[in-house]
């Protein structure tokens, strides 16, 4: 039996708004109900704030290698599309790279307190090893700790290869495993097209086959500007029109972005059962909307928190999108409360998912959680220490971050690598 107790905690967040104080038990990588056992590692949480770990519910981790670029900034997504794919064929997208720009992307993760991330891969070369590019994000993962949802993307990709892939990255990663997650909740396997602006019905029909047989979630983006536009132009439909009659509105569905939807289109979501992501560090300073968070959640749809990818994100630091979640939520809407927006980024992420024993830290959950340093002039004159996590200092680091029981960032460095090397290598790689 391997047991830690987390002590001394100036507030502890159970899930979805919920504090309490007293200690945090853990045994064998799971929170329970029950005094800490003798010879239990004691994490001292004094002067800090304790959360669930957070759960990033859209990343794309090969864009980390692609951050900043000229000409990706500010810019349509239909100029800013064809940008990245120059930018992906310069650099020669491969296993190495999609290991290396993981590696990177999930350490920077596990640093801002993220202790799952949904990877929605996309870009798929013709002569690519598909099962090796999955297999190296997922090597990377299990190297640093992290949980993976490994997402098998399709952006203009054939269908039937497309689906093939997905057949066979499934296979190499959760072959057997219930819904897609290996035994350990370590991995899990999703699949889903980059929307309809980009791929066929085709390729959403096979995928979700691939998903039926399997046991795994599905995932795509919708409703961000050149989706609607595409969608009009190409089929005279919305795009909500579309995944509706692609079978795509169903509870194993989460959406990504979500800025043009209508109150009808919400009722509709919420009468099928999808979840959602919200993206706001991509949408808001790209110009591609802004999704009516209060609505979605109003209506009873379940709502994430995603940074999306370098490319448009140039942070992966999910706690930062979060406070930028609750400036800009009154500007569609009603205000965000702190911790409406801090569930979002834990049991919401969690929830589109399909994984409710992450993002809590109530009996049964899994032992992810983070020790937020709330002591220093940054937090000086907070009344709610809880709130002041997303308020006040933008970009704060956690102090301590356990996965599964085991620490994984202590005193705010990575404990399985060292975070100089994995900068030096992606920046090798890619030759700047």
Same mark, same amino acid.
């Given at each position: 039996m391997t047991a830690l107790v987390v002590r001394g905690a100036h507030a502890v967040v159970e899930a979805e708004g919920r504090v309490r104080s007293g200690d945090v038990v853990c045994v064998d990588g799971v929170v329970i109900d029950a005094p800490a056992p003798a010879g239990a590692t004691v994490l001292d949480a004094h002067g800090c704030v304790v959360t669930p770990g957070l759960v990033n519910a859209h990343h794309h981790l090969l864009q980390t290698a692609f951050r900043t670029l000229p000409g990706t900034r500010g810019i349509p997504m239909r100029e800013w599309l064809p940008a990245m794919a120059t930018a992906y064929a310069t650099a020669g997208v491969d296993p190495e790279l999609t290991g290396i720009a993981a590696r990177a992307g999930l350490a920077e993760a596990l640093l801002s307190g993220v202790t799952a991330v949904a990877d929605h891969h996309l870009t798929w070369p013709d002569d690519a090893d598909t099962v090796a590019m999955a297999q190296a994000a997922a090597a990377a993962a299990a190297d640093l700790g992290v949980r993976l949802a490994f997402v098998r993307g399709a952006a203009r990709d054939d269908p039937e290869r497309a689906a093939l892939s997905a057949e066979a990255i499934a296979a190499a990663l959760v072959d057997g495993c219930p819904d897609g997650v290996t035994a350990d909740g370590m991995l899990q396997v999703a699949v889903g097209p980059a929307g309809v602006h980009s791929d066929p019905r085709e390729t959403f029909a096979l995928l979700a086959e691939v998903a039926a047989r399997r046991g795994l979630r599905r995932r795509t983006q919708a409703n961000e500007v050149v989706d609607v536009e595409v969608a009009q132009?190409?089929?005279?439909?919305?795009?909500?029109?579309?995944?509706?009659?692609?079978?795509?509105?169903?509870? !194993? &569905?989460?959406?990504?972005?979500?800025? +043009? $939807?209508? *109150?009808?289109?919400?009722?509709? =979501?919420? @009468?099928?059962?999808?979840?959602?992501?919200?993206?706001?560090?991509?949408?808001?300073?790209?110009?591609?909307?802004?999704?009516?968070?209060?609505?979605?959640?109003?209506?009873?749809?379940?709502?994430?928190?995603?940074?999306?990818?370098?490319?448009?994100?140039?942070?992966?630091?999910?706690?930062?999108?979060?406070?930028?979640?609750?400036?800009?939520?009154?500007?569609?809407?009603?205000?965000?409360?702190?911790?409406?927006?801090?569930?979002?980024?834990?049991?919401?992420?969690?929830?589109?998912?399909?994984?409710?024993?992450?993002?809590?830290?109530?009996?049964?959950?899994?032992?992810?959680?983070?020790?937020? !340093? &709330?002591?220093?002039?940054?937090?000086? +004159? $907070?009344? *709610?220490?809880?709130?002041?996590? =997303?308020? @006040?200092?933008?970009?704060?680091?956690?102090r301590t971050v356990v996965v599964a029981g085991r620490v994984v960032v202590e005193d705010g460095c990575l404990r399985s690598a060292d975070e100089a090397e994995i900068t030096a290598r992606l920046f090798e790689r890619v030759g700047r």
């Amino acid at each position: 039996m391997t047991a830690l107790v987390v002590r001394g905690a100036h507030a502890v967040v159970e899930a979805e708004g919920r504090v309490r104080s007293g200690d945090v038990v853990c045994v064998d990588g799971v929170v329970i109900d029950a005094p800490a056992p003798a010879g239990a590692t004691v994490l001292d949480a004094h002067g800090c704030v304790v959360t669930p770990g957070l759960v990033n519910a859209h990343h794309h981790l090969l864009q980390t290698a692609f951050r900043t670029l000229p000409g990706t900034r500010g810019i349509p997504m239909r100029e800013w599309l064809p940008a990245m794919a120059t930018a992906y064929a310069t650099a020669g997208v491969d296993p190495e790279l999609t290991g290396i720009a993981a590696r990177a992307g999930l350490a920077e993760a596990l640093l801002s307190g993220v202790t799952a991330v949904a990877d929605h891969h996309l870009t798929w070369p013709d002569d690519a090893d598909t099962v090796a590019m999955a297999q190296a994000a997922a090597a990377a993962a299990a190297d640093l700790g992290v949980r993976l949802a490994f997402v098998r993307g399709a952006a203009r990709d054939d269908p039937e290869r497309a689906a093939l892939s997905a057949e066979a990255i499934a296979a190499a990663l959760v072959d057997g495993c219930p819904d897609g997650v290996t035994a350990d909740g370590m991995l899990q396997v999703a699949v889903g097209p980059a929307g309809v602006h980009s791929d066929p019905r085709e390729t959403f029909a096979l995928l979700a086959e691939v998903a039926a047989r399997r046991g795994l979630r599905r995932r795509t983006q919708a409703n961000e500007v050149v989706d609607v536009e595409v969608a009009q132009q190409r089929y005279g439909r919305r795009p909500l029109d579309l995944l509706e009659e692609w079978g795509w509105l169903a509870p !194993d &569905v989460t959406l990504a972005h979500l800025c +043009g $939807v209508t *109150d009808g289109e919400i009722a509709r =979501l919420a @009468a099928a059962g999808v979840t959602a992501t919200h993206a706001p560090g991509c949408d808001v300073p790209m110009g591609w909307g802004v999704a009516p968070v209060a609505k979605l959640r109003d209506a009873g749809i379940p709502v994430g928190l995603g940074t999306s990818g370098g490319g448009s994100n140039d942070a992966g630091h999910l706690l930062a999108d979060a406070r930028l979640a609750m400036q800009v939520s009154a500007l569609v809407g009603s205000q965000l409360a702190a911790s409406a927006v801090l569930a979002m980024a834990t049991a919401g992420s969690a929830d589109g998912l399909g994984r409710p024993e992450l993002g809590r830290l109530t009996p049964g959950s899994a032992a992810d959680l983070c020790l937020w !340093d &709330v002591s220093g002039v940054a937090d000086a +004159g $907070v009344d *709610d220490r809880v709130a002041g996590l =997303l308020w @006040a200092s933008p970009g704060r680091r956690p102090r301590t971050v356990v996965v599964a029981g085991r620490v994984v960032v202590e005193d705010g460095c990575l404990r399985s690598a060292d975070e100089a090397e994995i900068t030096a290598r992606l920046f090798e790689r890619v030759g700047r």
